[in-house]
């Protein structure tokens, strides 16, 4: 599975934006999670590990599960195109809605 596939779904995105906040313990990552059951968000957690969107590790008993923002940097390249393709087309429109009625930029 790769950084996409993982991001596809809603569950692994919330997962992610929990831990924007900073490094969280599985059991709090699970209790976010009310209609999941505790096996359920491991095997999510654990594709966000696999595909290195995550990392863990143990302390005692618990599992301290942190975001490695670097990872994301395959989405940042391929959304990087079309921030390119937006700001020129918004630059369009500002120029369109700054010249008087009538009148083509």
Same mark, same amino acid.
């Not at 900073?22 to 699970?30: C, K, M, Q, S, Y």
């Not at 999510?44 to 670097?70: K, S």
């Given at each position: 599975m790769d950084v996409f596939? @993982? +991001? @596809?779904?809603p569950t692994r995105r919330a997962l992610l934006d929990l831990l924007t906040s900073g490094a969280r /313990?599985?059991?709090d990552l699970v209790a976010a999670f009310p209609a999941l059951t505790q096996p359920a968000i491991s095997r999510h957690l654990r594709v966000l590990r696999d595909v290195g969107l995550v990392?863990?590790?143990a302390e005692a008993q618990r599992r301290i599960y942190t975001l490695r923002p670097? @990872?994301?940097?395959e989405v940042d390249a391929w959304l990087g195109r079309y921030r390119e393709y937006w700001a020129s087309h +918004?630059? $369009?429109?500002? $120029?369109? +809605? @700054?010249?008087p009625p009538?009148?083509? /930029?």
């Amino acid at each position: 599975m790769d950084v996409f596939t @993982a +991001l @596809a779904d809603p569950t692994r995105r919330a997962l992610l934006d929990l831990l924007t906040s900073g490094a969280r /313990p599985a059991g709090d990552l699970v209790a976010a999670f009310p209609a999941l059951t505790q096996p359920a968000i491991s095997r999510h957690l654990r594709v966000l590990r696999d595909v290195g969107l995550v990392d863990v590790r143990a302390e005692a008993q618990r599992r301290i599960y942190t975001l490695r923002p670097e @990872a994301l940097s395959e989405v940042d390249a391929w959304l990087g195109r079309y921030r390119e393709y937006w700001a020129s087309h +918004l630059d $369009a429109i500002e $120029a369109h +809605l @700054a010249s008087p009625p009538g009148e083509k /930029p």
